[in-house]
Nanobody
Framework: VQLQASGGGLVQAGGSLRLSCVPS????????VGWFRQAPGKEREFVAATTWTTGSTNYVDSVKGRFTISRDNAKNTEYLQMNSLKPEDTAVYYC?????????????????WGQGTLVTVSS
């Protein structure tokens, strides 16, 4: 499975961005797609995930009510809609996919990773 992420950029605090992730290859094996982020000097952090078989979603507490993960089947694209952005959301965001049923909040559960896309939120 290959993952192509895009949509990062510079935005002012309070603004919005939408990240996209397009999986290709053996997509039939995907169980979950997740978004993670890594700020400078910090560890990679779980942001959100969706389970393809059930449609269930999970979010880290700090983004609940502001971020929405969704999937457009027709476009074969996963989205992370980010609203009310804060400077502390600044990070490189990564799209990831896994074919197992391990905890979708764990980075080491994911088999496949896309390249990162930088999100910068100015104050």
């Amino acid at each position: 499975v290959q993952l192509q992420a895009s949509g990062g950029g510079l935005v002012q605090a309070g603004g919005s961005l939408r990240l996209s992730c397009v999986p290709s290859g053996r997509t039939f094996s995907i169980h979950d797609v997740g978004w993670f982020r890594q700020a400078p000097g910090k560890e990679r952090e779980f942001v959100a995930a969706t389970t393809w078989t059930t449609g269930s979603t999970n979010y880290v507490d700090s983004v609940k009510g502001r971020f929405t993960i969704s999937r457009d089947n027709a476009k074969n694209t996963e989205y992370l809609q980010m609203n009310s952005l804060k400077p502390e959301d600044t990070a490189v965001y990564y799209c990831a996919a896994k074919s197992n049923i391990l905890d979708p909040g764990r980075a080491n559960a994911y088999n496949y990773w896309g390249q990162g896309t930088l999100v910068t939120v100015s104050s």
